[in-house]
């Protein structure tokens, strides 16, 4: 396979204004790398929305090729790990916000962040999971490494409509746990519990949780939401549950007391999924391999879109309209 001289992306401008639509580049436009891929297969994530519509600062720098995952084959590498035809993906790492990143036919990546598709999974069903599942899939490892099980009681997730949340729900319930759903969402709820969401709880769930201590009700918990959400968790969690964080789509703030941390035990877990070092990541990876059937991936990933009606997909994100995962054909 060789490297076409010109290929199409979806690059963002965000020097003095906001443009961003499809153009023609070359290999030598992309972000140093070195591996080379075609891609296959992205997805679309709420920063992607941010970044693509011009909603939110995530690029750090300008012009960069949107998308913050990608899967594909490789195409040529310089780092001996990687071989043409290898099939490889990529999460986070700076992709979209410091370096090129996954939407566009041809991709650039550091070695170092490039990870061998596991076995279990194809290109496709990486990008249904793609840096949601990997965020979710880390949130449980990194609770369970502080001692997190089954047999302590149920896991609460915050946001769990969401694309993290939705998925947290999922792979909680694979790996044995009782997960309870927290969502603004009443006309999802048959699918949260499909997912496998044993009980689903109005977004207000949390909203008389003020005192420095309430009744402890959960044995951890997955939040995408922040600021009085997470304060709120911090309140009802048991002694020595674990509160993994990983979102802020109700803002970055956190008011609370140190009480629930040195009465209960309680431990809150920052969830830097972009900053991952690559043992890790492949340990989750090889985990989310292992845990998944293709009927599984149906039921989340709901809608498909490819370069061209891509623009399309993300005021429809922002506004909270869509739900599951939506793929990108490259």
């Known amino acids: 396979m060789s490297t076409p001289a010109a290929f199409r992306a979806f690059r963002i401008h965000a020097d003095g204004g906001h443009r961003a639509g499809l153009e023609t580049l070359s290999l030598d436009d992309l972000s140093p790398g070195e591996v080379v891929i075609r891609a296959a297969w992205s997805s679309v994530n709420y920063k992607d929305a941010l970044a693509g519509t011009g909603s939110g600062r995530i690029l750090r720098r300008s012009?960069?090729?949107?998308?913050?995952d990608v899967a594909g084959h490789v195409l040529a590498s310089t780092d001996p790990r990687f071989r043409e035809g290898d099939a490889v993906l990529c999460t986070g790492s700076g992709l979209s916000e410091t370096r090129d990143g996954g939407y566009s036919e041809i991709?650039?990546?550091p070695a170092e962040w490039t990870i061998p598709l596991p076995a279990g999974l194809d290109?496709?069903?990486?990008?249904?999971l793609g840096t949601a599942g990997f965020t979710a899939g880390l949130s449980l490892l990194?609770?369970?490494?502080n001692g997190q099980t089954p047999e302590a009681g149920p896991i609460v997730v915050t946001g769990a409509s969401g694309g993290v949340g939705s998925l947290a729900l999922a792979i909680l319930s694979r790996a044995g746990y009782e997960a309870h759903a927290i969502s603004g969402k009443p006309e999802h709820a048959d699918w949260l519990r499909r997912l496998g969401a044993r009980e689903v709880l109005p977004r207000d769930t949390l909203a008389d949780a003020t005192r420095p201590l309430e009744t402890a009700r959960w044995a951890g918990a997955i939040d995408n939401v922040?600021?009085?959400t997470l304060a709120a968790l911090t309140r009802v969690i048991q002694p020595y549950g674990n509160i993994a964080s990983c979102g802020l789509a109700a803002g970055h703030g956190l008011a609370t007391t140190v009480m629930p941390f040195i009465i209960r035990g309680v431990s809150l877990l920052g969830i830097a999924s972009a900053g991952t070092a690559r043992p890790m990541r492949?340990?989750?990876w090889e985990r989310l391999a292992g845990a998944w059937k293709p009927a599984d991936l149906a039921m989340i990933a709901t809608a498909e879109t490819d370069l061209d009606a891509l623009p399309g997909v993300f005021p429809n994100m922002l506004a909270g309209g869509s739900v599951g995962r939506t793929v990108v054909r490259l």
């Open 63 to 68: 012009p960069l090729v949107g998308g913050i």
């Open 142 to 145: 990194r609770m369970e490494q």
């Open 282 to 284: 492949e340990q989750v």
């Open 226 to 228: 922040g600021d009085a």
């Open 107 to 109: 991709v650039r990546l």
């Open 123 to 128: 290109l496709r069903e990486a990008m249904v």
